[in-house]
């Protein structure tokens, strides 16, 4: 049984951020909403988007501060569905 | 792939008679048919098929593995065949039953492998004598679920090695596990052969698994959970049945322009019956053969067409009674159909099925479920009387000549 | 800058931006779908690690993988690899007839515990006895999550299932089969360990079993198997956190992790590796 997602899944926007760089692509439309990487997150900045509910039926998983995210890549390590696409900060010569 | 029959020590060259004891032969045919992997387990009385593999295809740098079980080997064929390589497999009666889960998966999965089974007495550990008691599992499927495998029915060890060929090739044509059904005696006896064997080419298709590089992956399999993706691969399979059943059936006629009532039996029981034939027309009965060679597809259209024109059939099986069903089927009730048969590993002999020739001649003059039927002792129960009794009551008799009712 | 556009999963970065680089995308082998399994379940992230390392290791294209009876019997609609499907405890036979007629493939056979220890043991065994050159990924969440939530041979003393509503109880259904270390003890195996998916750091360690396991075959060591001990959070009757915490606090008292056997390696440092 698949479930095939028919759209490019969503980016999440941190609130507030002036820098623009974006540590976390979620594919929103595979999570399951399962927080394994909430326990794996070692600066606790994913939570539940309670506000949305995507075609599986689950809340997604968001990055409450795309700021503290060190792109550690522990969330992707642990996710079972393979949401989370990890980028860091090129490194300053 | 394929070796010369010259190059083997035991075989001599082509067209040079030579003794082969049933087991080998049949494995020495899948190896000249280019089989890539043999997989099996003892078990008597096949057993010296498993040796024979287990010295040549070594020898040929072929695959030979004797698994730890029955079930273990059937699903190692399963693999190496979905893997691309020419298979074949081999047991006796209790060896297939454990193989019926994956004949299910094989038919599902249309994955073609070649099965021998050598039959021996049942039901359960039951004997090592020879037997046909496994007819209905072959034929009616073995596993679970709708689908139907191709059974080929040699009655001599030089046919068994044609089949063996033939077998492969529908198993492939068709992507379908295919049973070559033999007894005991086959496998145990040693004839005459003409030492030479069919090659085959490789096999080549596009399904098979080896490695998705470069294309798209491919998966073999049966699950389907939605209903309608499995009936639509059942409606798949059920006419692959059907092209199989239309371009398959092989049987072989003897003595049939003139025969007053027919014999039907295939493999050992046809042997026994070709010798009480010739025995009857001695007394001048005058009895043909019906020997299926396919005992699925069946030659129903051949005994559609024979009944009319015959007193009766006598189904000489060495079994309960399982291949006279479906010739009472075929037949649907425009001739008598009666049953002589042994279990247990016990052969009928020709003048057992020439007594019961006997009497189904003398049960088929009478006219009328009033005429008194013959009271001869009956120990072996050779004839069911009460089928004749049934026949009778039930059917109008015409006269051939005029056309005319009796 | 950030990265060009919203990205596809599965799909290449489009020229990556000067001010980031990627540290973590999906493996290109593990298909771009939603799975079926439950929310927190194991077998997502054990599938996941296998693709990142036949990626890694350049072997996706030659690998033909025999996929088992239980939930992960759709390995084959996620990951991107030849498959067969086996009946329910045959993955190492069928493993066994690919292995002989393929020597150049990469064979693979994907069981869960169900599979390996109940129905299948006979099979394991004996290919691990014949020293098989395949690599078993044994996926141990000590129950039967497809059927519903029944005891497996690996079930742990006490736990409830469906099967055992009162917990299990030795004397009426015997003791956890420790199916890997009694593999371990026959000459064929080349690498045997067992990981677990309880958090990153565990899952890192697994990542590197699964690798040797796979190195293994490649180098013609003979049989390997990784044992993962997994999570079946519906079937265990807990959130997927909770699931998780109680992989780590609670199962490996039974079930320790570590690398059993590595004939690779001498004993001291395959001890060194627990």
Known sequence: MVVAATAPPKRVDAPGIADTFHPLDIAIDRCKGCELCVDACPKAVLALDLTIVNRLGHHPIRLTDAAACTSCALCARICPDAVFTVYARARKP | MTVGVASHPHLAAPAERVLMKGNEAIGEAAIQAGCDAYFGYPITPQAELLEWMARRMPELGRTFIQAESELAAINMALGASAAGARVLVSSSSPGMSLMAEAMSYMAGSEVPVLLVNVMRGGPGLGSIGPAQGDYFQATKGHGHGDYRVPVLAPASIAEAISLVADGFELAERYRTPVILLADGILGQAMEPVDGRFRTLPPRSDDWSLSGADGRAPRVVRSLHLRPEDLEAHNEHLQAKFREIADHEVRWVGEQLDDAELAIVAYGTAARVARTAIARAREVGLRVGLVRPVSLWPFPSAALERLAPNVRGFLVVELSAGQLVEDVRLAVEGRAPVFFHGRTGGMVPSPGEVLDALRRAYSLTAARSPDDALPDEADPVGLIEAAEWRRFLAGCRHVDRSDGSET | ?274
């Not at chain 3, 540290?23 to 439950?38: E, F, Q």
């Not at chain 3, 869960?112 to 690599?135: F, K, N, P, Q």
């Not at chain 3, 030795?170 to 360990?193: D, K, N, Q, S, W």
């Not at chain 3, 609670?250 to 001291?268: N, Q, W």
């Open chain 3, 1 to 274: 800058m950030s990265p060009s556009g919203t990205t596809p999963t599965g799909t290449a970065v489009a020229a990556a931006p000067a001010a980031a680089r990627i540290v973590y995308r999906r493996p290109a082998t593990l298909s771009d779908v939603s799975t079926h399994y439950c929310p927190g379940c194991g077998h997502g992230i054990i599938h996941r690690l296998l693709a990142e390392v036949l990626d890694e290791l350049g072997l996706a294209g030659r690998t033909i993988a025999v996929a088992p009876v239980g939930c992960a019997v759709f390995a084959y609609d996620y990951l991107r690899l030849d498959f067969v499907e086996a009946p329910h405890g045959r993955a190492p036979a069928v493993a066994t007839g690919i292995r002989r007629v393929r020597p150049d493939a990469f064979v693979l056979a994907y069981q869960g515990d169900g599979d390996l220890a109940a129905i299948g043991t006979a099979e394991i065994v004996h290919a691990a006895s014949r020293g098989e050159a395949i690599t078993d990924i044994f996926v141990n969440n000590g129950i039967y999550g497809m059927t519903g939530g029944q005891m497996a041979p690996t079930t742990l003393l006490g736990q409830r299932t469906t099967s055992t509503p009162t917990g299990r109880d030795a004397r009426l259904a015997g003791y956890p089969l420790p199916i890997t270390e009694m593999l371990a003890l026959l000459p064929g195996v080349a690498y045997a360990a067992r990981g677990s998916i309880a958090d990153p750091g565990r899952i890192g360690k697994t990542k590197a079993m699964i690798r040797r396991a796979c190195e293994v075959q490649a180098e013609g060591r003979g049989f390997a198997i990784v044992e993962v001990l997994s999570t079946c959070p519906v079937g265990w009757g807990m959130t997927p956190r909770e699931a998780a915490t109680y992989l780590a606090d609670v199962v490996p008292a039974t079930y320790p992790t570590g690398v059993i056997l590595d004939r690779g390696k001498t004993a001291s440092a395959a001890r060194a590796d627990r």
